[in-house]
């Protein structure tokens, strides 16, 4: 690591108490996922489409993903820094496989009618199954940029970190509707969701701002990107002719 890298990674850096707020985020996702997900699988009577492996499959990966990064950030906390490289060289793999099963899965659920739960109350949905898929694609395809841009800046640990928080993040807007799903009066609000979403792109810079008393340039320009990017899809390209063209393509 050269000298500018060293003096830019050290304004940044964590103390104890400091770093237990990338576990406090892990955690936060395990349960969120947890309490979304875990209603329509003990109690499958509501549910839309049975299970496939391919869903199976695509919920354990993605729940071992969200262990993953609390290990991790469990790992630093306890100063094991060689065994948190090992895992996240190892973990590169789980990620690959986390986007091919995310497309695949995606692809599948349209076909069937999209919303297999029966949590998010899409049945009258005037947009369609089409149109509401873009939303875990986006999602996947953010993952696997930010996994990749956290890997790449692995020996920048202030840069690392904040991209690995994001990419767990990006996949939080599918538990979120879900959890609001299970509410019949939320449910019928579903802009609701978007408060969840700018809560969540937003933790980082909070916690920049209290512990840092500014915020870092990943925490700020990236929460922003991603949210505008969200609602652009939300709002332009997904009721669009032309997306609905594309994702006719992809299910055919």
């Given amino acids: 690591m050269n000298v500018t890298a060293t003096r830019a990674t050290g304004r940044w850096t964590d103390t104890s108490v400091g770093r237990w707020f990338y576990a406090a985020m892990g955690a936060a996702c395990i349960l969120v996922a947890i309490a979304s997900f875990t209603p329509s699988i ?6 839309l489409g049975s299970f496939t492996w391919i869903v199976a499959a695509h919920g354990i990966v993605f729940f071992a993903w969200l262990l993953v990064f609390l290990m991790q950030t469990l790992l630093v906390q306890a100063g094991r820094i060689a065994t948190h490289r090992s895992l996240g ?7 690959a496989g986390m986007v091919v099963l995310g497309y695949v899965t995606t692809i599948e659920m349209t076909r069937r ?3 297999l739960s029966g949590d998010l109350g899409l049945k ?3 947009l369609g199954p089409v ?8 999602d996947v395809f953010e993952f696997g940029i930010l996994v990749a841009a956290g890997y790449w800046y692995r020996r920048r640990a202030d840069i690392h970190k904040r991209l ?15 959890f609001i799903g299970h509410s019949p009066l939320l449910r019928t609000h579903g802009v609701i969701v978007i408060l969840p979403i700018a809560i969540s792109l937003a933790a980082s810079a909070i916690y920049d701002r209290i512990r840092f008393r500014r915020i870092h340039p990943v925490s700020l320009w990236l929460g922003i990107v991603l949210f505008v990017i969200d609602n652009l899809c939300a ?3 997904g009721p669009s002719a032309a997306w609905r063209r594309f994702a ?3 299910i055919s």
């Fill in 42 to 47: 003990l109690n499958p009577s509501n549910r």
């Fill in 89 to 95: 060289t190892a973990s590169m793999l789980l990620a």
């Fill in 113 to 115: 009618g999209f919303d």
């Fill in 124 to 126: 009258s949905d005037p």
């Fill in 131 to 138: 149109a509401q898929m873009i939303f875990p694609l986006l």
């Fill in 164 to 178: 690995m928080l994001f990419a767990v993040v990006v996949m939080l807007p599918a538990p979120f509707a879900h």
């Fill in 235 to 237: 709002v332009v390209i």
């Fill in 248 to 250: 006719g393509w992809l």
